[in-house]
């Protein structure tokens, strides 16, 4: 008896392999990227519309990442004390996804200035972070 081969049956199981292999990529690539430091969800808009970014709060910076794709170099990189972070404000246009209660900040960096839409939570950790002086500096508060 001859074996046939049921070329829908190969399809589908490759299809399956590569979305799970997909899957397997992106969380993979987040973790990488996190390096044990917290990750963060922040649309920016520079007149475009606005891009899904990931962003790594270090040390002296936080970086932006591309949600979907392979890289692990940040799209952008803002020094501690190089973010002006405004107030605060109610989204009014259309409210980026995955972001749940989103707040639109208006930020300047260097001669820059744009909106970042992020949650209310991670807006506080972003400002604190901010204000705040690295560690290692020994800043006198007193």
């Known amino acids: ?15 399956l392999l590569l979305v799970v292999l997909g899957l397997a990529s992106l969380i993979v690539r987040r973790h990488l990227i996190a390096r044990g430091e917290p990750l963060a969800m922040v649309a920016v808009e520079r007149g475009e519309g606005w891009k899904l970014r990931m962003t790594r709060f270090s040390t002296d910076s936080v970086q932006g990442f591309s949600v979907i794709g392979v890289g692990l170099r940040p799209r952008f990189v803002w020094r501690r004390g190089d973010l002006d972070l405004g107030a605060p404000s109610v989204l009014a246009r259309n409210k980026p996804i995955a972001i749940t209660d989103p707040v639109q900040v208006e930020c300047t960096v260097g001669d820059e200035t744009f909106l970042i839409a992020i949650a209310p939570g991670d807006y506080t950790a972003l400002r604190s972070w901010s204000e705040s002086a690295p560690p290692g500096l020994n800043a006198n508060v007193a």
């Open 1 to 15: 008896m001859i074996a046939t081969i049921d070329w829908v049956a190969v399809g589908l199981a490759c299809l």
